[in-house]
């Protein structure tokens, strides 16, 4: 593979990764090897992969309802269905001839209700609706939840206008290899958006569409380069060591979704895609509770990727959790009870509405010390996030605060020397040439000179003059580089400023000492601002914005 704009060292979620451009030589090796034909004669199904997807031909029979009526009450049954054949069938009696006219049909089926005829046992008759969504109502999780068959059915039925879609649950890895291979595609919708969901996978299919025409292959080829020779020929290798955890967070199994079962079978070995927040860090503590009737938490896992948002999961935001160790089960009595854990406003509503959300490095240490009590060994367990002493003691100059204080805290937020800027020169105007100290998330090209992020450090920054005049700079440096955000370091803490639509106001900021942000918990609420997650996102945003 020839490379470009290599992408140098590992990534936040743990990638070696490089921007890779489809090199006909090396596919041309690979199709006409032994491996590449047995792909590219494979049924999709072939594709499914087990920790995700039933295989072969089950993978894609799914549960529809369908409704009777018994002494004039109507009555609700469920029957197994082959997803993929029927929409294939339906598929088959439209004539496409264009990329326009089949969007026209997967809109069809996304906005309509189509009924498939089932087989009720003794009883025949009966169909099952399917799709039928209206505005952004919950109908559209039909095709939401069933993105894989939908789209299977219609490949089968017109595979020169649909790609076939397996990556349900698996979001992160179509958005690698279209990163690597450069083939943009769109944003994600917002989660309520339900019908935007659905049709998400126009876009998509739109994109890899034109690259598949671009480099001449043929459907089938095609999916073997997706499903087969991409994943296996992009240099995304994870590091085997799982990083130091930065945060805990808190996820729930339910009674009414297998989960119970999976979760009584799991070892050392298991791994598996959660509801997770998409601020999840790889290396992050996870803490599986089971809700009720169980009500007690189970198991300490580990977060195995990045969280990242997945528009054909339901529950939208996701991680991949694993290596799983079963503890001593805590109640929820015990919760309740305990003087720290008790007093926790999570616990105050019964844990309602808190799968996915950031747990204290406090509370993880209370519920070691009540395993310990029980004795359970929790020397297994995972250590808590390691807290970073900043000191500002013994600090003589500006140079000290950023060698000291500020890039330990950049590297506690996920950057590497290489993702910032340091004393960028810019035009100010008048040929006044200006040295903005650490500049995040910046594009230094001539002409297009940008950042997501500012910083400016002073050595002190004692009186509310002094404060005024450092975001004065600040503010000039933020505003000609069109920054989302700007802070202000010296050896008193650290100010945050965010951009609102009337700019930046020295009335609105967030500070913190080095105190605090020694604290796990307080890095965490700084990172949700400048953290590397959120600069990453704001760099893509521009870049979409440049596409369009």
């Not at 729930?252 to 079962?261: L, S």
């Not at 992050?284 to 009737?293: E, G, K, Q, R």
């Not at 910083?455 to 933020?478: G, P, R, V």
């Amino acid at each position: 593979m020839q490379s470009r704009n290599p992408i140098i060292g590992a990534n936040s979620a743990g990638y070696t990764a490089e921007l890779m451009e489809f090199n006909r030589f090396v596919w041309n090796l690979y199709r006409d090897s032994q491996e590449g034909r047995a792909a590219i004669a494979r049924d999709i199904s072939e594709f499914v992969e087990q920790d995700t997807l039933s295989l072969g031909a089950e993978a894609f029979v799914r549960q529809l309802n369908y409704y009777e009526m018994l002494n004039g009450e109507v009555l609700e049954h469920c029957a197994e269905v082959n997803l993929r054949q029927e929409i294939k069938k339906y598929a088959a009696e439209q004539v496409i001839t264009s990329l326009d006219e089949a969007e026209k049909l997967f809109t069809n089926i996304a906005d309509e209700v189509i009924s498939f005829p089932i087989d009720a046992g003794d009883e025949k008759g009966f169909r099952a609706d399917f799709g039928g969504g209206q505005d952004d109502s919950e109908c559209y999780s039909d095709v939401i939840s069933n993105i894989d068959a939908v789209s299977v059915g219609l490949h089968d039925a017109h595979s020169e206008y649909f790609t076939p879609y397996l990556f349900p649950r698996r979001f992160d890895q179509l958005q690698k290899i279209c990163h690597l291979f450069d083939i943009v595609i769109p944003e994600i919708p917002g989660k309520l958006q339900q019908r935007g969901r659905a049709l998400y996978y126009l876009g998509v299919n739109r994109a890899l569409n034109n690259f598949r025409k671009k480099h001449e292959l043929s459907p089938q080829e095609f999916n073997a380069f997706l499903y087969d020779f991409a994943p296996k020929n992009i240099a995304i290798k994870k590091s085997g060591e799982l990083p130091p955890p930065s945060r805990i967070w808190f996820v729930i199994g339910g009674v009414g979704n297998a989960d119970f079962d999976y979760l009584d079978k799991i070892d050392k070995n298991f791994s598996n895609y959660w509801q997770g927040n998409l601020e999840t860090r790889r290396g992050d503590i996870i803490l599986m509770w089971c809700a009720s009737p169980r009500s007690y938490l189970h198991s300490i896992w580990r977060a195995l990727d990045e969280g990242f948002n997945d528009p054909y999961f339901y529950f939208y935001s996701m991680i991949r959790v694993g290596e799983p160790i079963k503890i001593t089960p805590i109640a929820f009595a015990e919760f309740s009870k305990h003087p720290l854990l008790g007093a926790m406003p999570a616990v105050r509503a019964r844990f309602q509405g808190t799968s996915g959300k950031a747990f204290s490095v406090d509370g993880y240490d209370a519920i070691c010390e009540l395993l310990q009590q029980r004795g359970f060994d929790t020397s297994h367990l995972p250590s808590p996030p390691a807290v970073e002493k900043f000191s500002a003691a013994g600090l003589e100059n500006e140079r000290d605060v950023e060698l000291r204080l500020l890039e330990p805290l950049l590297r506690n937020l996920g950057f590497a020397e290489t993702d910032w800027i340091r004393q960028f020169s810019i035009r100010m105007g008048r040929g006044e040439r200006n040295y903005p100290d650490y500049l995040l998330g910046a594009d230094p090209r001539a002409g297009e000179e940008r950042a997501i992020a500012v910083i400016e450090c002073k050595f002190d920054i004692h009186t509310n003059k002094d404060l005024k005049e450092a975001f004065i700079q600040a503010q000039s440096y933020a505003l000609r580089l069109q920054a989302k955000a700007l802070a202000l370091a010296a050896r008193r803490g650290l100010w945050i400023f965010q951009g609102r639509s009337d700019g930046f106001s020295i009335d609105h900021f967030t500070f913190k000492t080095w105190s605090e942000l020694s604290h796990p918990d307080v890095l965490h609420e700084v990172s949700l601002v400048i953290g590397k997650r959120v600069i990453e996102a704001a760099i893509a945003q521009r870049n979409r914005g440049r596409v369009k």
